[in-house]
């Protein structure tokens, strides 16, 4: 799934995962860095779903 996103924004799995933890407030933005895409509230909801399954 995280490929798929990557996909879908033209961008690195790591870049995908770098935006979920800065839009779920876990680490801080990067300065200088921005990211030019924002995750949907669904992407968000998936990312979060596939993480609590990796830590059980």
């Known amino acids: 799934m995280v ?3 990557a996909d879908r924004y033209r ?3 790591e ?3 770098q935006c979920f933890l ?3 407030a876990e680490v801080p933005a990067p300065e200088k860095e ?5 995750l949907t509230d669904n992407e968000m909801e998936i990312l979060r779903g ?4 990796s830590g059980s």
Do not use: A, D, H, I
């Open 34 to 38: 921005s990211f030019p895409f924002r």
């Open 50 to 53: 596939l993480l609590s399954r």
């Open 11 to 13: 961008t690195t799995t």
């Open 3 to 5: 490929c798929f996103m």
């Open 22 to 24: 800065v839009q779920e």
């Open 15 to 17: 870049r995908v995962m």
